[in-house]
C-alpha cells in the first residue's frame, strides 16, 4: 500500500478512536455531575501507525488483505485510581449498546512474564460512513495508575533496547510491577477515605465556582 491507500485505510479508525475517546470521557463527566466517584480518571486513543501495522503483521503472520483482523489498529486506554474500578468499567463496556466485546484478555488475573498488567477488551464498532456502516475491531485497555506507569516506563525500555532488554533490567522490571502491584492492594485498603475526601473535594470545588 502507498501513503494514499493507507490514509485511506486509516481514516475509518481514526474517526473510531475520536468518537470513542469522546464516548469513554463522557462517563467521567457523568459520573462528576453526580458527584460519585468517577472509575474512569481518563482516557487516550490512538491509531497504530503504519511502521507497527507492518512489523505486528509479520511477526503474526496476517496478510496484507486480512489485516482489518488485527484487533488493535484502533487503540483506547481507560485509566483507573484502583483495581476494583477496573470491574466496574469492564460491566459497564460490556452492557453497552454502541459496541460488542468479541475478546477478553486478563493480564491482571495473569500478568504477562514482563510484568505487564492491564485488562483487554477487543469490541466491533459499527461506524457510520459516507458508504454506510463499517465493523471495526476496537481494543480496549483498562488499568490502574500504577499499572500504566510500569507500562508507560517498561515501553520507553523497550524501545531503548529495540525489544532486548538487558536481563538484570528485565528483574527490575519484574520486581517493580510486583511492588505497582503492592500498591494497588494498598490504595485499595484505603479505598473508601480516598474517595469520600475526593467527592467532599470536587463539591467544594463545584460550589466556589
Ligand atoms: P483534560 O482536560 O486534560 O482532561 P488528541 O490530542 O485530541 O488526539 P487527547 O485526548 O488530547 O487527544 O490526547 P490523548 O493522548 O488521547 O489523551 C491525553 C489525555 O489524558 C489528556 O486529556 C491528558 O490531560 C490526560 N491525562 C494524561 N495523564 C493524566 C493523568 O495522570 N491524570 C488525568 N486525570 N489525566 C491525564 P485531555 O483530553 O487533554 O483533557
Ligand atoms: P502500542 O500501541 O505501542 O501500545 P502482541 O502484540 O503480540 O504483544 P496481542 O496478543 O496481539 O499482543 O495483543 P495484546 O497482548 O492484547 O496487546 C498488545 C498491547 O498490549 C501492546 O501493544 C501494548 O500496548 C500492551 N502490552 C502487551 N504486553 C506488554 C508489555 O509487556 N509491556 C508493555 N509496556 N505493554 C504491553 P503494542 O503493539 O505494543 O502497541
Not at 51 to 66: D, T, V, Y
Not at 123 to 132: C, D, F, H, S
Request: one cysteine or more; proline letters at 3%; charged letters at 35%.
Amino acid at each position: 500500500m502507498d501513503k494514499k491507500q493507507w490514509d485511506q485505510f486509516l481514516a475509518p479508525y481514526k474517526q473510531a478512536v475520536e468518537e470513542l475517546k469522546v464516548k469513554l470521557k463522557g462517563i467521567r463527566k457523568l459520573y462528576e455531575f453526580e458527584d460519585d466517584h468517577s472509575p474512569v480518571e481518563f482516557v487516550t486513543g490512538r491509531v497504530k501507525p503504519v511502521a507497527s501495522i507492518l512489523e505486528k503483521a509479520k511477526r503474526k503472520n496476517i496478510p496484507m488483505h486480512e489485516i482489518e483482523t488485527m484487533q488493535d489498529i484502533a487503540g483506547l486506554r481507560i485509566m483507573c485510581q484502583f483495581v476494583e474500578d477496573i470491574q466496574v468499567v469492564k460491566k459497564m463496556l460490556q452492557s453497552r449498546k454502541d459496541f460488542v466485546v468479541v475478546d477478553k484478555r486478563d493480564y491482571i488475573a495473569e500478568h504477562k512474564e514482563s510484568g505487564y498488567r492491564s485488562y483487554h477488551l477487543v469490541v466491533l464498532y459499527p461506524l457510520q460512513t459516507i458508504n454506510g456502516e463499517k465493523q471495526l475491531l476496537v481494543e480496549i485497555q483498562i488499568r490502574t495508575l500504577a499499572m500504566n506507569f510500569w507500562a508507560t516506563i517498561e515501553h520507553s525500555l523497550n524501545y531503548k533496547y529495540s525489544g532486548n532488554i538487558p536481563e538484570k533490567v528485565k528483574l527490575r522490571l519484574q520486581r517493580a510491577s510486583e511492588a505497582a502491584s503492592r500498591l494497588d492492594d494498598e490504595m485499595s485498603e484505603i479505598r473508601g477515605e480516598i474517595q469520600e475526601a475526593q467527592v467532599a473535594f470536587s463539591r467544594k470545588k463545584k460550589n466556589d465556582a
